[in-house]
């Protein structure tokens, strides 16, 4: 067995191809030195993605994803790290060695009681399931009816009913759970006589699942009148439930994009609303659970699509939350439309009015968040009133800062001009002002930023050549010392502890050791196209001068300020000796002391 997870990791993919595993999901053709298909992760015609069999990686020169075969299982299945190494795993008939909990006791006792609280979680489910069928549920069956649900999204959603206080907690203890467990999985409650109940009693039953389908909670709807009571009750915060991170509908999506590329999400408000749109053929929606949108959310939303639209209640609670949300999307780096329909509707009352054909124009219509944004402020604003205009022209310019180019400012000025009246030229000249110091100092900012881009350029062609092993790399040369992030001294050592003991460098290894989605530079490096330079061995010896210049430069300009500083004569001479070396090495580009 192997001594630890690393070892053991490495052992899975050596035996999981990259080639292998991803055939299975794309249409490979081999050309040069790898195989091309169609990106499966973004819309397109001509194949943009290849796979490297000899590095076992993988890149798209279009949608720039990228990674290893675990990656590439986690992205496809939707699921995290842990998840597609059990799936990978199994395909091969390696077990997950359970390393996590090895001489931790505390640790192994904390995962059986995890298992017992999901295992007690799914059976309340399916008799919660099997209640809905029974004489004593018609109350449910009646709201049923009358919402017009067939029998695909009971079973979609697994519709149940609580039939009272106290059979649920009967039926689970006499299936052999205590009470702590019960009250652990939030399945009961205890009143003040110490006595257990079904918090849930007399309500329409909505289990909640996580991204792996399993129930970890439920959302239960009053079905009577009763305003002292709350429309919905949700599971308290449980050890396997936690309302700020699950997402309504995101188990069933995840299931659609095993069988088909999902193009966009639709993000809707409650559950009745994301069980109306599955009726009407949109099988794409989803919803919070009655809890405000974090970036959470959005990453567990990023592993299915990259493009959402958002389409909560019409009313003014719900553009609130559609415009806070839309910024959270977007700044996840989402492709965001936002959609307001008429009326004050939801989907739900959108739906049962005009029906599907009229909810897809609304959805074909859903305008860019940005400009959706700017509805959203204007709403309510007189603008015959000055300070009303004012204040809307201070946060439609606030909004507009968050654009990273003057570009993209500016395709919002017609709309803005439109329902403001605010000249375009004055919009110009507000958003693009911008004082002469300012200018000057973006100018050095940018001067500065070119000068080590061209080092990182230098750089990062070095890093791949030690990295692929060129035949025209110095190893002897002490990179390291002019290395000027962690990131880079730290693969720099790795690639050097494998070249010193003659061990063989797998690259896919690196996407264990670093978190590529925070370091695009090693993107580029294991990545790194040599047909681009020409003469790769004369290129390499000009990338190392250009840093070793770079730095004799720093260190000659230092000298030179404490030379005019110092007034020691012997520290002086000293100072020049070091300035007449360095000069000396400059001219003569000698790369070593």
């Given at each position: ?17 990259i ?8 249409h ?9 298909t ?5 819309l397109?015609?001509?194949?943009s993605?290849?796979?490297y069999?000899?590095?076992q ?6 949608c720039?994803?990228?990674g290893?075969v675990?990656k ?6 939707s ?25 931790d ?19 309340a489910?399916?008799?919660?399931k099997e ?7 018609k ?9 017009k649900?067939t029998i695909n999204?009971l079973n ?6 609580s039939v ?15 009470y ?9 409650d205890?009143?003040?006589?110490g ?6 009693a ?6 909640l699942f996580n ?6 909670g ?22 396997v ?7 309504y ?12 590329a999902?193009?966009k ?14 009726k009407?053929?949109?099988k794409?929606a989803?919803a919070c ?10 990453k567990?939303l990023?592993?299915?699509?990259p493009?959402?639209i ?10 609130a939350a ?15 439309k936002?959609?307001k ?6 989907p739900?009352?959108y739906?049962?009015e ?5 909810m897809?124009?609304?959805l ?8 959706f944004?700017i ?11 000055s ?9 439609v ?7 990273n ?7 919002y000025?017609k709309h ?21 110091t ?5 100018s ?10 061209g080092?990182n350029?230098a750089?990062k062609?070095?890093l791949a050549?030690?990295?692929y092993k060129?035949?025209?790399v ?22 050097m502890?494998k ?12 996407y264990?050791?670093?978190?590529f ?8 490096i294991?990545?790194y196209?040599?047909?681009?330079n ?6 390499y010896?000009?990338c ?5 210049e ?14 005019q ?12 000796l ?16």
């Amino acid at each position: 067995m192997a001594k630890d997870f690393k070892e053991w990791l490495g052992e899975l993919k050596s035996k999981c191809d990259i080639v292998s595993v991803m055939s299975k999901y794309c249409h490979l053709v081999q050309k040069g030195r790898g195989y091309w298909t169609c990106c499966p992760f973004h819309l397109e015609k001509t194949p943009s993605l290849c796979i490297y069999e000899y590095e076992q990686t993988y890149h798209c020169y279009g949608c720039k994803e990228h990674g290893d075969v675990v990656k590439f299982v986690q992205k496809i299945e939707s699921c995290d790290f842990m998840q597609a190494v059990e799936i990978l795993a199994k395909s091969v008939g390696m077990e997950v060695p359970n390393f996590s909990l090895k001489n931790d006791d505390g640790i192994e006792k904390r995962k059986k009681e995890k298992d017992l609280v999901l295992q007690a979680l799914n059976d309340a489910m399916l008799h919660y399931k099997e209640n809905l069928y029974k004489e004593i549920a018609k109350p449910a069956q009646e709201y049923i009816k009358k919402r017009k649900l067939t029998i695909n999204q009971l079973n979609d959603f697994v519709l149940g009913y609580s039939v009272d206080y106290n059979e649920m907690p009967n039926y689970l203890i006499g299936k052999g759970y205590s009470y702590d467990i019960l009250q652990k999985a939030g399945l009961v409650d205890k009143n003040q006589k110490g006595n257990f109940y079904d918090p849930f009693a007399y309500r329409l039953m909505f289990p909640l699942f996580n991204m792996y389908n399993e129930c970890v909670g439920f959302s239960a709807r009053i079905l009577t009148n009763d305003k002292t009571k709350a429309k919905y009750r949700n599971s308290s915060n449980t050890v396997v439930f936690d309302k700020s991170n699950l997402i309504y509908g995101l188990n069933l999506l995840r299931q659609q994009k095993q069988k088909e590329a999902i193009d966009k999400i639709i993000i809707v408000e409650g559950q009745m609303d994301v069980i109306a749109m599955h009726k009407a053929g949109f099988k794409n929606a989803v919803a919070c659970l009655g809890t405000a949108f974090t970036e959470k959310h959005a990453k567990q939303l990023k592993l299915v699509s990259p493009n959402v639209i958002c389409c909560l209640d019409g009313d003014k609670a719900g553009l609130a939350a559609c415009n806070k949300i839309v910024d959270i999307l977007a700044s996840e780096g989402f492709t965001v439309k936002a959609l307001k329909l008429p009326n004050g509707n939801d989907p739900d009352e959108y739906i049962k009015e005009h029906g599907a054909t009229k909810m897809q124009q609304q959805l074909d219509n859903a305008v860019d968040y940005i400009d959706f944004q700017i509805d959203y402020l204007a709403m309510g604003v007189d603008f015959k009133q000055s300070n009303q205009k004012t204040k809307f022209m201070r946060d439609v310019i606030a909004l507009l800062d968050k654009l990273n180019s003057d570009s993209e400012k500016q395709v919002y000025f017609k709309h803005i001009r439109d329902i403001s009246g605010i000249p375009t030229d004055i919009l110009r000249q507000d958003v693009f002002n911008r004082n002469v110091t300012q200018t000057e100092q973006s100018s050095k900012i940018e001067d500065n930023l070119n000068i080590e881009d061209g080092s990182n350029k230098a750089l990062k062609f070095i890093l791949a050549s030690m990295l692929y092993k060129k035949e025209y790399v110095n190893y002897n040369f002490n990179l390291k010392k002019y290395l000027f992030n962690d990131t880079y001294a730290k693969l720099y050592d790795l690639i050097m502890s494998k070249t010193n003991s003659d061990q063989n460098f797998r690259i896919s290894s690196l996407y264990d050791e670093f978190n590529f989605d925070e370091e695009p530079n090693l993107v580029d490096i294991i990545n790194y196209n040599f047909e681009e330079n020409g003469n790769n061995e004369k290129y390499y010896n000009e990338c190392l001068w250009n840093i070793v210049e770079k730095d004799l430069i720093n260190q000659q300009a230092k000298l030179n300020e404490q030379f005019q500083n110092c007034t020691d004569v012997n520290q002086r001479k000293q100072i020049l000796l070091s300035i007449a070396k360095i000069t000396n090495r400059l001219k003569n580009k000698n790369m070593e002391d």
